[in-house]
């Protein structure tokens, strides 16, 4: 499930890698792989259209009247009412090419701005796992004992102690897109990070797919 639009400031944690899975009373959901979320139908309505929640019911943050459908087909909820004004959503399978950024398996954190003064331990190359670990749809990276995860519809750098001091401005499909650096929700137009209490914008961090 794909988006790098207004979509991914609000629904950031809900995109990613779904597996098919098929139900015991034999109907076809899909789950987020390492996440809560499911794409399913709801028979009873007597609709076609699919949803997505972490719980299978009409209540969901994400709407389309078909997986084949894309952009403004799908709707989306942004903290306040549905809306269906991001042309880049859509469901395809993980071996076209738009969905090529998922399977990076390793990635470059660069800076020559604050990242570098404050936390030059933090940049350098992260690598998924042998074991494969995913966080909401997503491959999670390492380094030592940093992670880089999508959580709360950002991606952000964490320690052993779960805290985080780098994060993107929002949570579109991969980290290695230029909208990670980018939201008109929060008015950011870089990754921040954080300098005591204070979350700083750093114009000079990218991330890259080295792979």
């Known amino acids: 499930l794909l988006a790098r639009g207004e979509a991914a400031e609000y629904q950031g944690h809900t995109l990613g890698i779904y597996d098919h899975v098929v139900t015991s009373d034999g109907s076809t959901i899909y789950q987020q792989r390492g996440g809560p979320h499911k794409l399913y139908q709801v028979p009873w309505t007597g609709l076609d259209d699919w949803y997505c929640s972490g719980t299978v019911g009409l209540v969901s ?74 966080f909401a749809g997503r491959p999670i990276f390492y380094k030592n004992n940093l992670q880089l995860k999508i959580t709360d519809g950002a991606f952000a750098v ?31 137009d870089a990754w921040e990070v954080k300098v005591r209490t204070e979350w700083k914008q750093d114009t000079t961090l990218v991330v890259d797919c080295e792979d």
Not at 69 to 96: H, P
Not at 175 to 183: E, R
């Open 61 to 134: 943050k994400l709407r389309t009247p078909s997986l084949d459908s894309r952009g403004q087909e799908w709707k989306y909820y942004n903290g306040e009412q549905v809306v269906s004004n991001d042309n880049t959503v859509r469901f395809t399978s993980l071996s076209s090419s738009a969905s090529s950024c998922l399977l990076c398996t390793t990635i470059r954190l660069f800076s020559t701005g604050i990242t570098q003064t404050s936390y030059p331990e933090y940049l350098g190359l992260y690598n998924t796992s042998k074991s494969g670990m995913f």
């Open 158 to 188: 964490y320690d052993e102690t779960d805290n985080a001091v780098i994060r993107s401005a929002s949570g579109p499909t991969c980290p290695t897109q230029g909208k990670a650096a980018h939201s008109d929700r929060y008015g950011a």
